[in-house]
Structure formats: C-alpha cells, structure tokens
C-alpha cells in the first residue's frame, strides 16, 4: 500500500517541493484514525495535506481572508480580483465547507463517505 507521501506525490506534484509538507502531512495525520479510516487512510491523509497546503497558499496569496472559502468562481487581471462560490448542486454540511473549497477537500469528503458505517468523523475525539 502506499504511503501518505507517495500518494501526495501523485495527485498534487505541483505542491511536493514546499518547504511545509511535512508539517500539513503530520497535520492531516493528527485528524483521521488510522482504524476508523482503514485503507483509505493514506489517501485521506494525503489529501487532507494537500488541501491544507492549497488553503495556506491561496491565504499566504491574499486569495482567502478570514471567512472567504468555497471554489473559485471567478478572476480577473486588473486590480486582481477573485471570487469564491459553492459547488454546484451540492450540499455540504458547516463542517464540510472548508473541505469543498478544493478538490482535494472533496476527495476527502468522499472517500469518508465510502467508510463503512455511519459517516466517520473528519477529525479524532479529543483533537
């Protein structure tokens, strides 16, 4: 099976050289259960560090400010402007809503909703 990094080599390479890798993969390793999510754990965790390391660079790009999230629905060049929207037929919960700002947050969400059960929680008891 592969692991956290491998994966995230895979769907996000244009991420890999970022100095803060490790520490979002550690991150995302802190908020899922290695038990509750089974084999899809690495991918989860690859995942969740991806969209971590995406919303720090839009934030870190003045592209996310306090409450903004959602897709980005809109740019332009002049006077740098960007806008954020909702997927489109689909409804997240507040929790989720962070995660639907990428697609790597989507990717989390669904593989979730694959786990056997009722719908795991995104994040361990206690943290």
């Known amino acids: 099976m592969a692991t956290p990094e491998e994966i995230f080599a895979a769907i996000a390479p244009q991420l890999v050289g970022d ?62 402007s960007i806008s954020y929207g909702a997927v489109s037929g689909v409804n997240f919960s507040a929790s989720e809503a962070d995660l639907a700002a990428t697609s790597y947050g989507v990717t989390v969400i669904g593989l979730r909703n694959m786990l056997p059960g009722a719908f795991p929680s995104l994040v361990r008891p206690g943290c």
């Open 19 to 80: 100095a803060r890798l490790n520490l979002f993969l550690g991150m995302a390793a802190s908020r899922l259960d290695a038990v509750e999510w089974g084999i899809f754990y690495s991918e989860g965790v690859a995942n969740l560090a991806a969209h971590f390391l995406t919303m720090a660079n839009r934030a870190a790009a003045g592209g996310i400010t306090g409450g903004d999230s959602g897709v980005v629905s809109g740019r332009s060049a002049g006077d740098l």
